[in-house]
């Protein structure tokens, strides 16, 4: 195969991952939501639900407040935008990804963060009293939590010696099952940040209907119909860029190689039983723990930028 | 090429600023084309008997000359705009400091004797404080003149010991750089050179035990003059811990270089630690330099630890990084500085408790002001995140020091960078939130005004370098490589190649690409809006705010800037010295205040201002205005001297 095809091949991949994770990531949230059913003995609303939501939403006329600035608009398109990237350059059937030479690990931490400052202000533009309560502590969680993600991913990155995605989930899943002691720590601290940076319990819940202890519902309180609709999907993306960050990072083995085309049905294959697996446990997790009180969440995410921290020291301790 | 800069004193003070801000441009622009060429001297016949002014424009100066034009043209543009409801006299007088002070920065940095840059840098630090206490009738402001003048002073005197140190005893010939370039320290001097520099220059910049006066005296000088502070006279503190460890120093050692990035990183954290706190939006941005000062700082600390152990392409990286965030702060933080300019010529207000809403009264301003917000909290695609990303580089590229020490060091010290970044965010997401968003907190905020059109000009200037920098990334580092090239002998070179991708090492290790992030995300933006409004309509309807159906909602009823920084007064509780008044519930009036101060101030301050105290009342004894007393003096003093000669 010369360069070129190889080439146009990458961008077809990378347009393929683009539309997939767009339409794959609310199935994901209808799957975690579905297995929370069960495990508390309800029957569910089915694993569909969630585009069945967006359908309706997308349907109705957007009511925004009077005093609401352009700002206030465009957010749910920023948000959505950069949620739908950050869920594209992660490398999870291939690991050619064109687009990962433009972002590697920090600027995939940059997007989240352009993400969350940008829903935090537009919490803030109507002047409500829950947008700018929501906003605070969504800069609160977000401050222990970036820092801790980003100790996660320098480890992973200290090992492969690269800040590139494909080339960290390359080096990773060719260690055939060695368990990086470095990386299991990193792994418990990414476990923390994943849920408290998707608005999960134990940190935030995210079917809560009481104003007072929202976080992330109450900055979207003022969003309705197609705004509200982008919100959501942006979500539930977010919630797959994490897992499949997750599953990138700490269980990368049977990704599909460069050009390696007959490896992609088991890929795919593998990929969505780890996906199923992931949405389980992390239901599983918000099943049998509480919702904590808001201050006690900055000692939670402090012990996750210690484990992330300690995950990097005993990187540079045993050198593996 | 400076002179023109301070020469015009005179009348038409309103033409004046528009001018230097041309003349500021072809500063920069000639300063660019200087990076390229060989190093310049020139000795003029001023000066000492000895010791003639020296000026040479080499990369480094040529670098930081073109920080200053670049950022004070975009000031003085602002100035055009905001100083023209001064009285004529008052005018003048600021006209004539105003341009000193730059004319005093620029010879700071040709500056290539010790005398001529201690004077150019007493025109600066005197030029300043005059410029600091413009209203000086406010006796608050004097005291905060007062504070940086005496910081100022002390950092002087520590300056030009290490000058001292420098020149070895060799006589007044040896005060020029070149001099001290050939002179062998012993490292115990060179040690002593560099600690006594640290201070001085330390002392000017606002790293940790020294910061005292930063807070006090940005808030008080008018905002342009509170701009090219933070911006630009910050930086030349930055340029004279490089000149002294990299150029006038022969020899570097590793301690140094941990002794920097410790002062920075703590210097980092405390400051935006404390800006979260603040409630005044000039002191949130004061304190915001400070943490600014730490990062770059802690670049400097890396160079000079990649250096001595002889990684020199990741020193040049760190060094890059550092050089690279000191352009960007310098345009972010002066257009947040001339934005809360605006924002007092329209409100009159600095409490941002009394604001809030200003993006419907102000559209201009508020949308140009989120450029630097954006930029500052370190977001992509703009220039914040390339320095922060340079510099996360530099750390992760770390490993492999002889030192194991200093290896275990570095992750730790990337936490901590990481963290100071992240804090960043939260407190922009305050500034912002709480003076452009939400409602007017009072009535007399309807009638706020948009900035005018040379103020509009001046912040747009410096928007548009904060896009232009982001945006590309390859070309800035390509011109800092010559700095390198000069300071530490080597160069990052590959990244000259490949104008699209930034790759500060090889390719496979870590590259990134504003300018395609930004085509994808606002494609994938436009994308999106279409299909929406294509498949499905995009009726919209307004209406009162919800806010959860609760009916009675008012304006006081938003976060305030103080409780918007309760979690981290709350988190970061031992560090604070926290004063509260919390009125009775039995109170019909009740009047809530609380405040949070700096611990230092307590225990480092105040005990020096008492023994101050204490040692001159001690001498204040010796002194009784009697001419005979006096005469006995200098007896005794004749008789001991004539006894040990």
Redesign the interface.
Same mark, same amino acid.
């Given at each position: 195969m010369t360069e070129n095809t190889e080439f146009i091949f990458a961008i077809l991949f990378q347009l393929t991952q683009l539309l997939l994770v767009v339409l794959a990531a609310p199935l994901l949230s209808g799957w975690v939501n579905q297995c929370q059913a069960w495990l508390q003995n309800r029957s569910g609303a089915g694993v569909l639900q969630p585009y069945r939501v967006l359908h309706k939403l997308f349907h109705k006329d957007a009511v925004i407040a009077y005093n609401a600035s352009p700002l206030f608009r465009a957010t749910p398109y920023i948000v959505f935008g950069c949620m739908w990237l950050a869920a594209a350059i992660i490398p999870i059937i291939a690991v050619d990804l064109p687009f990962s030479r433009a972002a590697d690990v920090i600027a995939l931490v940059g997007v989240f963060a352009v993400a969350r400052v940008f829903i935090s202000l537009a919490a803030m533009d109507i002047g409500t009293a829950f947008g700018s309560l929501g906003a605070r502590r969504e800069m609160l969680v977000s401050f222990l939590a970036e820092p801790a993600l980003l100790m996660v991913l320098f480890t992973a990155s200290m090992i492969s010696h690269s800040t590139q995605l494909p080339t960290i989930v390359d080096t990773l899943a060719h260690h055939q099952f060695v368990i990086y002691p470095s990386l299991a720590f990193a792994a418990l601290a990414f476990v923390i940040v994943l849920l408290a940076e998707n608005a999960r319990i134990p940190v935030d819940n995210p079917s809560t209907h009481l104003e007072l202890t929202m976080i992330h519902e109450a900055m979207i309180l003022e969003y309705s119909a197609r705004h509200l609709a982008l919100i959501e999907w942006a979500s539930s993306l977010k919630l797959f860029a994490y897992i499949s960050l997750g599953i990138a990072l700490f269980t990368p083995h049977g990704i599909a190689e460069v050009g390696n085309w007959a490896g992609l049905p088991l890929a795919i294959g593998l990929l969505l039983l780890k996906l199923m697996l992931a949405g389980a446990g992390l239901a599983l997790l918000e099943t049998v723990s509480a919702k904590m009180r808001i201050f006690r969440a900055p000692e939670f995410l402090g012990t996750a930028f210690l484990l992330a921290v300690l995950g990097l020291l005993i990187h540079f301790l045993l050198g593996v | 090429m400076l002179g023109v800069v301070g020469l015009w004193v005179k009348d038409a003070a309103r033409f004046i600023f528009p001018l230097s801000a041309a003349a500021s441009l072809v500063l920069a622009v000639s300063s660019v084309l200087a990076l390229s060429t060989a190093p310049e001297t020139l000795v003029l016949p001023l000066g000492l008997p000895d010791l003639p002014f020296h000026l040479r424009l080499d990369p480094l100066s040529a670098f930081f000359l073109i920080l200053l034009g670049a950022a004070s043209a975009g000031i003085s543009l602002f100035g055009t705009g905001y100083f023209r409801h001064l009285e004529d006299k008052t005018l003048r007088l600021l006209c004539l400091e105003y341009h000193l002070f730059l004319a005093g920065m620029a010879l700071v940095m040709l500056a290539d004797d010790a005398y001529l840059f201690m004077v150019a840098w007493e025109v600066m630090a005197l030029s300043s404080y005059f410029l600091v206490t413009t209203d000086h009738a406010i006796p608050d402001i004097r005291k905060a003149g007062f504070l940086y003048l005496l910081i100022a002073h002390v950092g002087a005197i520590a300056i030009l010991l290490s000058f001292g140190v420098m020149q070895g005893g060799h006589g007044i010939g040896a005060y020029t750089f070149d001099a001290m370039r050939n002179a062998e320290l012993s490292s115990f001097w060179a040690s002593a050179a560099f600690l006594l520099a640290l201070f001085g220059f330390g002392a000017k910049a606002g790293v940790l035990p020294m910061h005292v006066w930063l807070p006090e005296a940005h808030p008080a000088a008018p905002s342009p003059v509170s701009a090219l502070m933070s911006g630009v006279m910050l930086k030349t503190a930055i340029y004279g811990i490089l000149r002294v460890t990299f150029d006038l120093l022969g020899t570097q050692l590793w301690w140094w270089g941990v002794l920097a990035l410790g002062l920075g990183l703590a210097t980092a954290i405390f400051g935006v630690m404390f800006a979260a706190v603040q409630a005044d939006m000039k002191r949130l941005l004061a304190y915001s330099s400070i943490e600014n000062i730490g990062l770059l700082l802690t670049g400097i600390g890396l160079t000079l630890i990649f250096h001595v152990y002889g990684k020199d392409t990741l020193a040049a990286l760190a060094l890059i990084a550092t050089l690279y965030h000191s352009l960007n702060h310098a345009m972010f933080k002066s257009l947040l500085f001339v934005g809360t300019g605006s924002i007092l010529h329209a409100t009159g207000e600095r409490n941002m408790g009394r604001l809030?809403?200003l993006? @419907?009264k102000m559209p201009w301003a508020a949308w140009l002001v $989120?450029v630097g917000v954006?930029a500052i +909290?370190? %977001? =992509?695609p703009l220039n914040g995140?390339v320095s922060?990303?340079l510099l $996360? &580089?530099a750390? %992760?590229l770390s =490993?492999g020091l002889p030192n194991d020490y200093i290896?275990?060091l570095? =992750?730790?010290a990337?936490?901590v960078v990481?963290?100071a970044?992240?804090?960043a965010?939260?407190v922009?997401?305050?500034f912002?939130?709480?003076i452009f $968003? *939400? &409602?007017p907190r009072e009535a007399s905020l309807e009638r706020a005004h948009d900035a005018g059109i040379w103020e509009r000009i001046g912040m747009g200037w410096l928007a548009l370098a904060c896009v232009g920098l982001g945006l590309a990334p390859v070309f800035v580092v390509h011109q800092l490589d010559r700095v390198a090239q000069m300071l530490l002998g080597v160069q990052l070179g590959n990244a000259a190649n490949n104008w699209v991708?930034l790759t500060p090492v090889d390719?496979?290790?870590?590259?990134?690409?504003p300018l395609?992030?930004l085509l994808?995300?606002?494609g994938?933006?436009l994308l999106? +809006?279409l299909l929406?409004r294509r498949?499905?309509?995009g @009726?919209?309807?307004? +209406?009162? =705010?919800?806010?959860?159906g609760?009916p009675a909602?008012t304006?006081r009823?938003?976060?305030t800037a103080e *409780?918007?920084g309760?979690?981290?007064r @709350?988190?970061f509780e031992p560090f604070f010295k926290i004063e509260r008044e919390v009125p009775s519930p039995f109170d019909m009036h009740p009047h809530y205040q609380g405040r949070s101060e700096d611990r230092l101030w307590y225990i480092l301050y105040q005990p020096l201002q008492h023994l101050t105290e204490k040692l001159s009342a001690m001498a204040g004894l010796l002194q009784h205005g009697r001419i005979h007393l006096y005469l006995t003096y200098t007896f005794v003093t004749l008789v001991v001297l004539l006894l040990f000669v």
């Open positions: - | 809030g809403g993006m @419907r $989120l954006l +909290s370190g %977001l =992509p995140f922060e990303w $996360l &580089q750390f %992760l =490993p290896n275990m570095v =992750p730790v990337a936490a990481a963290l970044a992240a804090l965010a939260y922009m997401v305050k912002y939130g709480v $968003l *939400g &409602q991708f390719i496979e290790r870590a590259s990134y690409s395609f992030f994808a995300v606002l994938v933006m999106t +809006s929406v498949l499905y309509h @009726r919209v309807r307004r +209406s009162a =705010p919800w806010d959860c609760f909602q304006a009823m938003q976060d *409780g918007f309760q979690p981290i @709350r988190i």
